[in-house]
């Protein structure tokens, strides 16, 4: 089945009260949040550190803290907080959140011993962002009541950015953890060709029916 997921996230986004003034609000605080936006990442993977729920995925297999994956991490993290930041409902951002949902539920070969992410430390992420997030607007805005409506606008743009997120794991039951893998030789640690197909599978996908969707619509003479 292929999802129209821009349309799935503007039903979600009405449902929830996200409006244009909310995205505005959300365009308006990205000076802010990007000035700050090593502090922010580095509060949320140290929060991770601190719990052997979530330190163990940026463990080598002999137990030790991978600096080089919390690195990249944090880089992603930033990454998608400048996404999040120039949100627009088309078909390019859901891939972007489906594609974090597969790669957190389906660990690739060489990270297959820790298993999946559980999709509750998803959850716990996304509300600890917002809890950041929103302490560093009433630290940087002048007007409480500006930082108020900024923080609540953040939040419903979380919420919604989670349903398509955990629609990444098609089911709640985690992958299992396997035996550590051999050392690769050549240490590129990209992803294996079974996520990529997944991943691919859904942008194919998702363009297919985004055309079919505006064929039909120019039929209908709908101009949105």
């Known amino acids: 089945m292929i999802f129209d997921w821009p349309t799935r996230m503007q039903q979600m986004a009405d449902f ?3 409006s244009e003034e ?3 609000l959300v365009r308006a605080s990205g000076p802010i949040l990007l000035d700050r936006a090593d502090e922010l990442t580095s509060a949320v993977y140290d ?3 601190q719990f052997p729920q979530t330190a163990r995925f940026f463990l080598t297999p002999e137990g030790e803290i991978d ?3 919390l690195d990249r991490r944090k ?3 930033a990454r998608w907080l400048r996404h999040s930041i120039d949100f627009r409902l088309d078909e390019q951002f859901p891939v972007f959140l489906l594609a974090m949902g597969v790669v957190h539920s389906n660990p690739s070969l060489e990270r297959g011993y820790l298993g999946s992410v559980p999709a509750r430390f998803m959850i ?3 509300s600890f962002a917002q809890t950041a997030i929103a302490g560093v607007l009433l630290e940087e805005m002048l007007d409480p009541a500006q ?4 923080s609540n606008a953040w939040n419903k743009l979380l919420m919604l950015q989670l349903d398509v997120l955990l629609a990444g794991y098609v089911t709640e039951t985690p992958t299992p953890a396997t035996e550590p893998p051999a050392p690769l030789g050549d240490g590129s640690g990209e992803e294996p060709q079974g996520v990529r197909r997944v991943l691919t599978n859904i942008l194919d996908g998702n363009r297919t029916n985004g055309n079919a969707n505006g064929a039909s619509e120019q039929t209908q003479g709908d101009g949105q």
């Not at 930082?147 to 900024?150: I, S």
């Open 16 to 18: 929830m009260g996200f």
């Open 22 to 24: 909310d995205l505005e």
């Open 47 to 49: 929060h991770f550190m």
């Open 67 to 69: 600096q080089t994956r």
């Open 75 to 77: 880089h992603s993290l």
């Open 124 to 126: 716990g992420t996304m």
């Open 147 to 150: 930082a108020l409506r900024t």
